[in-house]
């Protein structure tokens, strides 16, 4: 095949077929071995070597004529290649790991599009007139030292001049098509003659750049690699808004917070510090990945799902999150001290100790509409004060508005297990605890707080479940106003404030039912107005009033009641004249219907929707509660009774002898005993009204078969009894459904209606000293 190729090419006429044809190629057959190594030893390239390694054959331009395309002459100890000068027609030429030192060659080559010349001793850039065709051009391992102007080489798209002695980067202003530039390891200190070049890989390893700059305007680039230098900061690289891999292994750069400069670049996938000191931070990999939650891949490795929610967890967890952690600490915290009961848990088995809490931005009047909404209220709420870590403001009072302790003491408080909740907001720290909850509770009046959302979220992870009320402003610019004028805010922290109205807003959006109402709050006399109503409706105060218009008497005569067997109160309320409601045997008994309708009435205002499973919960922990309660199994509660057992049958003929005696075996019992019992036992012990002989046997009479028989003293069982006649709940649990048990002989609002008769001063002595 190839003799009738040649005879045919040759007998066609020289001209037709240049050097580097086809025809030459088969005409020079590949020299004897000898003449092979003569001609290596002397690195003079020749037409017969060249026929040996051209490729790619191909027709000519008017597909007349057929000539090689390529010639590939690697690590062939090369110096001379003039005999390239007869190759015209060549588009890829390959001369890497050889000893050329000129390549003027190229200049009879216009139709060159590739030229690897690598790994060669060419000292002189671009020594030949320009290919108009020549796209990539790799000069890699050479001994250049200056760069020159290539502004004629309008095709070029691809340039590697690593390797080389380049002190400054000059002359490539006017390559329009440059998209890859290398000029990794060599000695360019300062960035710059890259201005609007349409570059999108550039490598810069390994020379001595000691920061980011001349970047700016490369709004095309893509992959950048820096590493192997003296770079201290990532500064100039917040404009290149698509670079997605970046390498900076081996550099200098100590700070995390540096990563904030290319915060913003979201389409940044690949980050490499490798080799900084900055590896040595602790937590170095979730910070990072924290303040840049799109990468893919940190040093070479993948960043994972778990890693991404760590940091987030960590550095800015979601409020949940925050909440959830809080709860559990206090729990833990307070599930290590004494064991108390309390007044805030002691309403019924059924029903939540009611709060009301007001919640908004700073600023928007929280605090003072929850101050007059109890001074108004004052026979249904008190303020519950908070404790924090800031200093008070202008008019602010300790003991008042907050407790304003130091850090110290609130975490020794956090580790004596005194808070509810607790929440961080701008650097300080609230937190409500359970003694200012108990403070309002022992006063038998439901509790009124002021919190930030981060505190809702905390007190929502709790056993309580008060009403929530969002005040929000709707006037952006007024409520601006308000901040400026009161000259308490920075304009950063104004700017803070105002962003977080619409966390609020979305919170509101984005959790259906999170608040129970909202309020918007830009005039506060129409603010506290409605909040007045709704706490009113709350209240079932406007049904209460509508009730005694319609009777006539608070008593409710009308309807046929004896005074002494009124229906329960509605909750958070008293009479109609303002005194306590009093409580008879037949009030406490839940079986009553009339009872039943209201208990149901009211648990359905207050009480959210639960799962079947929290409420299959609630009521294993009611029966536990009423078992204890009853003396069926011995706990906290059964013991609470069996103090004062022996003074049971003589209290209920003479309550002075009850509570005189009473006073003496509690304080015999509580030496004994590592059950500590606050204030709200004396109100249970001594809330019990003389009962009906008949009542109480017909009670026994009912649990004598469910009642195993005791043993301990027989008399604490009835005493227990003898509080409670009815074993469907706690005892007091039926007098005010809402309302914890309210201590007799305490102060109470003047009134115009008789109010019951005074108790014996010792029981209020026996309450003080439980």
Same mark, same amino acid.
């Given at each position: ?170 002359? +490539? &202003?006017?390559?329009?098509? #440059?998209?890859? =530039?290398? %000029?990794?390891? !060599?000695? *360019?200190?300062?960035? @710059? $003659? /890259? ?19 001349? +970047? &700016?305007?490369?709004?095309? #680039?893509?992959? =950048?690699? %820096?590493?192997? !230098?003296? *770079?201290?900061?990532? @500064? $100039? /690289? ?28 979201? =389409?940044?996938?690949?980050? !490499? ?498």
């Amino acid at each position: 095949m190839k003799e009738t190729m040649s005879q045919q090419f040759s007998s066609a006429s020289p001209g037709c077929c240049p050097p580097g044809s086809h025809s030459d190629a088969v005409l020079a057959e590949a020299p004897s071995s000898k003449d092979n190594r003569d001609m290596e030893k002397d690195g003079v390239l020749t037409a017969e070597m060249v026929s040996g390694f051209v490729s790619n054959l191909g027709r000519c331009g008017t597909g007349l004529q057929h000539f090689y395309h390529q010639l590939s002459l690697p690590s062939q100890n090369l110096q001379d290649i003039s005999v390239l000068c007869n190759y015209v027609h060549l588009q890829k030429l390959e001369l890497p790991h050889n000893k050329i030192k000129d390549l003027s060659c190229v200049s009879h080559m216009p139709y060159l599009v590739i030229l690897d010349a690598s790994h060669n001793e060419i000292s002189s850039f671009f020594g030949f007139q320009q290919p108009k065709n020549l796209k990539e051009v790799n000069f890699s391992h050479n001994h250049m030292t200056k760069m020159k102007d290539l502004s004629a080489y309008s095709s070029l798209s691809n340039l590697d001049l690593s390797y080389n002695s380049f002190r400054e980067i000059s002359g +490539l &202003e006017q390559c329009c098509k #440059l998209a890859h =530039l290398s %000029l990794a390891h !060599n000695k *360019i200190s300062r960035i @710059s $003659g /890259l201005d609007r070049l349409p570059l999108t890989h550039l490598c810069l390893r390994g020379n001595q750049l000691e920061r980011i700059e001349g +970047l &700016e305007n490369l709004k095309s #680039l893509q992959v =950048l690699d %820096l590493s192997l !230098n003296r *770079i201290t900061s990532l @500064s $100039g /690289l917040q404009n290149l808004h698509i670079l997605g891999s970046i390498n900076l292994e081996k550099n200098l750069i100590n700070e995390i917070q540096e990563c904030k400069h290319i915060h913003d670049l979201f =389409l940044l996938r690949d980050l !490499n510090l490798l080799g900084n000191p900055i590896q040595e931070q602790p937590d170095y990999r979730l910070a990072v990945v924290f303040l840049l939650q799109h990468l893919t891949v940190l040093d070479q490795d993948k960043v994972t799902a778990e890693e991404k929610v760590s940091a987030v967890n960590k550095y800015d967890p979601p409020l949940d999150v925050v909440a959830a952690r809080d709860h559990m600490t206090h729990l833990v915290y307070q599930l290590m001290q004494p064991q108390v009961l309390y007044d805030s848990t002691l309403p019924s088995a059924d029903s939540p100790y009611p709060m009301l809490v007001l919640t908004g931005p700073e600023g928007c009047g929280k605090r003072e509409l929850a101050h007059r909404l109890c001074q108004e209220l004052s026979e249904y709420f008190a303020y519950g004060t908070c404790h924090t870590t800031r200093g008070p403001h202008v008019e602010e009072e300790s003991g008042v508005d907050y407790h304003f302790v130091s850090e110290e003491d609130f975490q020794n408080m956090i580790h004596m297990g005194k808070f509810i909740q607790t929440m961080q907001y701008r650097g300080h720290r609230y937190g409500l605890t359970r003694d200012a909850l108990e403070d309002v509770a022992r006063e038998g009046l439901a509790c009124c707080v002021h919190m930030e959302l981060e505190g809702v979220f905390s007190l929502k992870n709790s056993h309580f479940e008060p009403r929530y009320i969002l005040l929000i402003p709707t006037q952006m610019e007024k409520f601006m106003g308000h901040l400026k004028n009161c000259g308490l805010y920075t304009a950063a922290q104004i700017d803070i404030v105002m962003s977080r109205i619409e966390l609020y807003a979305s919170t509101n959006r984005q959790r259906l039912g999170f608040f129970d109402n909202v309020i918007p709050c830009d005039d506060w006399e129409e603010a506290y107005r409605t909040l007045r109503q709704v706490v009113k409706e709350y209240l079932l105060l406007e049904e209460q009033e509508d009730r005694e218009d319609n009777t006539g008497s608070p008593d409710n005569t009308a309807t046929g009641h004896e005074p002494d067997e009124k229906l329960p109160s509605p909750p958070l309320s008293r009479s109609g004249s303002g005194s306590l409601t009093s409580h008879s045997a037949t009030a406490l008994d839940p079986s009553d219907p009339s009872y039943r309708i209201y208990f149901t009435k009211i648990q359905a205002e207050l009480s959210p929707q639960k799962s079947p499973a929290e409420l299959a919960s609630i009521r294993r922990r009611e029966q536990l509660v009423r078992e204890a309660i009853v003396g069926k199994s011995p706990g906290v509660y059964s013991q609470l009774f069996k103090s004062s057992a022996p003074t049971a049958p003589s209290s209920l003929q003479n309550p002075d002898a009850h509570f005189s005696e009473d006073s003496s075996s509690l304080d015999g019992s509580r030496a004994s005993s590592a059950l500590t019992v606050p204030s709200s036992a004396g109100a249970l012990s001594g809330s019990a009204e003389p009962l009906d002989r008949s009542v109480l046997g017909h009670t026994l009479e009912t649990l004598k078969d469910q009642t195993p028989e005791p043993t301990t003293r027989p008399g604490a069982d009835q005493q227990a009894l003898a509080v409670s006649p009815s074993s469907d709940g706690r005892p007091g649990s039926n007098v005010k459904p809402i309302l914890p048990p309210i201590p007799t002989g305490r102060k109470t609002p003047a009134s115009p209606s008789p109010a019951p008769s005074p108790r014996p001063q010792t029981q209020q002595s026996v309450r003080e000293e439980v």
